[in-house]
């Protein structure tokens, strides 16, 4: 599957984005996705994740109540609105696929990868 990250700007802090992400390929729905966001300088960490028919969703601490995941099955899309954005939530978004569960937060364990998309908040 190969996937394609967008909807990344430029936001003042307490803003909202949405990001997309959109796959090809078949069997969209057998796939977990998630959304992993990496700082400069600091290591790729997990934002959240959804399983296959959207039933079960996760996410850090960090975002809990301010992002929302969800995702279009029949579209081949998921997404990730972000409310009340801070500063610290200034990073590379990226959006990744797996067929496998467990450990969803675990960048190494997710086969496929979209390019990222860049979300910067301002004070």
């Known amino acids: 599957v190969q996937l394609q990250a967008s909807g990344g700007g430029l936001v003042q802090a307490g803003g909202s984005l949405r990001l997309s992400c959109a796959a090809s390929?078949?069997?969209?729905?057998?796939?977990?996705m998630g959304w992993f966001r990496q700082a400069p300088g600091k290591e790729r960490e997990f934002v959240s994740a959804?399983?296959?028919?959207?039933?079960?969703?996760y996410y850090a601490d960090s975002v809990k109540g301010r992002f929302t995941i969800s995702r279009d099955n029949a579209k081949n899309t998921m997404y990730l609105q972000m409310y009340s954005l801070k500063p610290e939530d200034t990073a590379v978004y990226y959006c990744?696929?797996?067929?496998?569960?467990?450990?969803?937060?675990?960048?190494?364990?997710?086969?496929?990868w979209g390019q990222g998309t860049l979300v910067t908040v301002s004070s």
């Open positions: 990744a696929a797996r067929t496998s569960g467990g450990y969803l937060y675990r960048p190494d364990r997710y086969d496929y």
């Open positions: 390929g078949r069997s969209f729905s057998t796939y977990i």
């Open positions: 959804i399983t296959g028919s959207g039933g079960f969703t």
